[in-house]
């Protein structure tokens, strides 16, 4: 089992910035993959961005590439979102996510499917 528990959402004008940072604990050392997630009222959950364990590979969503960089500590075992650049249309709940070392083919670690633990979110709000 593994526990995650994000934090460092909140408001912030548009142009601003926010880091979210994703603390785990327990079966960490299983994982493969870290992502993070949000999910906007009404809207489908969309994958924003992905790390391998290690940070030897890293994917995003085409619209946070350039604003957004991922990033893991290894040693504290914490995932970060750095968010810069923010607009409204990032307003969400953010979601971390962690796989469980599982072989998974036919997705990217963008989709949602290719993770088995999740955390209870945190809400981003960007004002215009």
């Known amino acids: 089992q593994v526990r995650l528990v994000e934090s460092g959402g909140g408001s912030v004008q548009a142009g601003g910035s926010l880091r979210l940072s994703c603390a785990a604990s327990g079966n960490t050392d299983s994982s493969n993959f870290m992502g993070w997630f949000r999910q906007a009222p009404g809207k489908e959950r969309e994958g924003v961005a992905a790390i391998a364990k290690g940070g030897r590979s890293t994917y995003y969503v085409t619209s946070v590439k350039a604003r957004f960089t991922i990033s893991q500590d290894n040693y504290n075992n914490t995932l970060h979102l750095q968010m810069n650049s923010l607009e409204p249309e990032d307003t969400a709940t953010y979601y971390c996510?962690?796989?469980?070392?599982?072989?998974?083919?036919?997705?990217?670690?963008?989709?949602?499917?290719?993770?088995?633990?999740w955390g209870q979110g945190t809400q981003v709000t960007v004002s215009s």
């Open positions: 996510a962690s796989d469980d070392g599982a072989v998974v083919r036919g997705i990217t670690p963008l989709e949602d499917t290719w993770y088995k633990y």
